[in-house]
């Protein structure tokens, strides 16, 4: 498998409850970015990783949410406290990287986390 | 605020007609855009993009329109075919930040 992988696939959990979610993104890519898809709604930018480093971390609905990535492979998303609008699917992607700009016509995205909060 | 908007969320074509989705935008510093496919329980993968410096780009059965003044773009597919069946998001490059900001997507159902 090459591809960008996500676990776990579904997760449901209960309100106030802390999840963590990962992705594993394509061996050599260095741009890694996590999105989130609310039901109705499009695509939501939550952070983006060069390396190790997040530069853009504005898309982050609040302090509840973090993301760290180690080794410039391996992502977690935390979620503390967890709410029910938090309930979406979480989906990672990840590109070469060589600049932002270019690397959205070659993202490749995993299948996604859906998130249940009851 | 949606700045990026796919205001038809459902759209329905017969298998060799021409699919038409839309998509409308309120920045106009926006100067680049793409189109992904996403069929259920897989990510979307990205089809098809244009620079605002053009007002057309063609691949294959794929072509996207951008009509700056209106702030408009659209993809066609043409011929339709039974397995372009997905959810079609159009999204925008934020001129300063470098930050991808997509609509809510259009479901396309082909049908023979």
């Known amino acids: 498998g090459a591809g960008v992988s996500q676990s776990p696939s579904n997760k449901v959990t209960e309100k106030g409850k802390d999840v963590e979610l990962r992705c594993d993104p394509i061996s050599g890519h260095t741009a890694l970015y996590w999105y989130r898809q609310s039901l109705g709604q499009g695509l939501e930018f939550l952070i983006y990783f060069q390396g190790n480093s997040a530069p853009d971390k504005s898309g982050l609905p609040s302090d509840r949410f973090s993301a760290e990535r180690t080794g410039g492979s391996v992502s977690t998303l935390t979620i503390q406290r967890t709410q029910q609008e938090d309930s979406a699917v979480y989906l990672c992607?990840?590109?070469?990287?060589?600049?932002?700009?270019?690397?959205?016509?070659?993202?490749?995205f995993g299948p996604g986390t859906r998130l249940t909060v009851l | 605020d949606q700045q990026v908007k796919q205001n038809s969320p459902s759209l329905s074509v017969q298998e060799g007609r021409i699919s038409i989705l839309n998509c409308d935008y309120t920045n106009s510093m926006f100067d680049y855009f793409l189109w992904y496919k996403k069929y259920p329980a897989e990510g979307p993968t990205f089809l098809i993009s244009i620079s605002s410096i053009k007002d057309k780009n063609e691949d294959g059965r794929f072509t996207v329109f951008l009509n700056k003044s209106a702030k408009h773009l659209s993809l066609h597919i043409v011929p339709s075919q039974p397995g372009d069946s997905a959810v079609y998001f159009c999204a925008a490059i934020s001129p300063n930040t470098d930050k991808l900001i997509f609509g809510t997507g259009t479901r396309l159902q082909v049908f023979p």
């Open positions: 992607a990840s590109s070469l990287g060589l600049s932002r700009r270019v690397s959205y016509n070659e993202q490749f």
